[in-house]
Every structure is written in structure tokens, then in C-alpha cells.
């Protein structure tokens, strides 16, 4: 799913949405490193620091999502005063990033997932209200809407799914980080289950034949 939302991004052209290719590059190549590194660990090799390696590349991810999602939504949302306050949101976010991000210690997996964890909590809070933003303006359009074949509401209809998905679950692997570390680890299926969805809602809009503008 990965590879064709890949190939399409390098294809067809969304307009306000190109920094996708860039999310989507970045996102191969997290897995394609953790997966090797997954195979060297299991093949009895050990080249030092290469475990903190996936760690530091998850807290990255994170940055780099949040500053993709907050670009499109920037350039989507109409209105001076939203465009400040999405500003203001990020700013403060990525200062709460860079903070939690040089607090953490690497060589302590357990304590820096759980940072993670928080870290993505809160992003997923600050993105949560330009999501629902975006189909409050459609409720209030007058206009007939045909959405079938715009860009636009399937790539915000798959951020909103994953952030509105991805809120509660979070919250409770939190709560689980510091009781049960199997139940944690567990929980991790769910979130490869809606990333599955956020690209197959990527696919569809790069099939829609037309660029999103604002």
C-alpha cells in the first residue's frame, strides 16, 4: 500500500498536498530501516547505537508528519486569523517537540517510547482541530457538494480518520506504558491498521485526475 501511494505521489501532482511524496519517501524509509535492522538483531549482529537508530527515526517522523499535515491544512483553511493561529499551534508544538525530543534518553527504549507516546498525543490533539475545521466549512457551504472526485476531502477524510482513531488509543497505550509493557507493545497492530487506511485515502485522491488548490 506504501509503495503504490509512493509511485502514485511520484506520478500525479495534488497541488497543496505535494509535500505528501515527501511523507510518504520518509515513511518507506522507516520501515525499510527498522525491518533490516529487525533481521540484523535477529541474525546475531550488533553494530553500536544501531538500536536507538529506529527510535530517533520515530521521533523525526513525527516532526516531519505533523509539519506536512499543518502545511496542508495551512494552505487549505481560508481566513487571516486561522492561518495566525495555526502558526501559533505549531510553533508552540515544535518547541514542545524539540524539548521532549533532547530530554529523552536513547539508550533507555522503554522510557523513550513512552515519551514518544506523549509527544504524539499531543500532536495528534493540535492537528485534531484544523481536521474538523476543514468539514465544519463544508457543512456550512450552501453550494451542492460533489466530493467523489476531490482530492482534497479524501486526503483531510484520512487525516481525520487517523487522528480521530489514533486519540483515544493513544491515550490508553499511555495509561498501559506504565502498568502492563506487554499490553503496550501489543497496541502497536492498531496504529499499522489505520496508517493502512490513512494511504488508501492518499491513493484515492491521487486517482481523482485533478490537483487540490485552496
Not at 103 to 113: G, N, Q, R, W
Not at 165 to 183: G, K, M, N, Q
Request: glycine share 4%.
Amino acid at each position: 500500500m506504501l509503495v503504490i501511494a509512493f509511485i502514485l505521489s511520484l506520478k500525479k501532482r495534488l497541488g497543496i498536498a505535494n509535500f505528501f511524496r515527501i511523507y510518504l519517501l520518509y515513511l518507506f524509509l522507516l520501515y525499510a530501516v527498522s525491518d533490516t535492522l529487525l533481521v540484523v538483531f535477529r541474525s546475531g549482529l550488533r553494530i553500536k547505537g544501531s538500536e536507538r537508530l529506529p527510535m530517533i527515526m520515530d521521533y523525526c517522523f513525527i516532526c516531519l508528519e505533523f509539519l506536512v499535515f499543518m502545511h496542508f491544512y495551512y494552505q487549505l483553511l481560508p481566513g487571516v486569523t486561522t492561518r495566525r493561529l495555526l502558526l501559533l499551534a505549531g510553533t508552540l508544538f515544535l518547541a514542545f517537540w524539540l524539548a521532549g525530543s533532547f530530554s529523552v534518553d536513547f539508550s533507555d527504549s522503554f522510557s523513550s517510547a513512552q515519551q514518544l507516546s506523549r509527544i504524539y498525543f499531543v500532536q495528534l490533539l493540535v492537528l485534531l482541530f484544523p481536521a474538523l475545521g476543514y468539514f465544519l466549512l463544508l457543512l456550512k457551504r450552501k453550494a451542492p457538494l460533489r466530493l467523489n472526485n476531490d482530492p482534497k476531502f479524501w486526503v483531510s477524510s484520512g487525516i481525520l480518520m487517523l487522528l480521530a482513531s489514533s486519540v483515544p488509543f493513544t491515550a490508553i497505550e499511555v495509561y498501559f506504558s506504565e502498568y502492563s509493557r506487554e499490553a503496550w507493545r501489543e497496541m502497536y497492530v492498531i496504529y499499522y491498521l489505520l496508517y493502512i487506511i490513512l494511504l488508501s485515502m492518499l491513493i484515492r485522491a491521487y486517482l481523482c485526475g485533478k490537483p487540490v488548490r485552496s
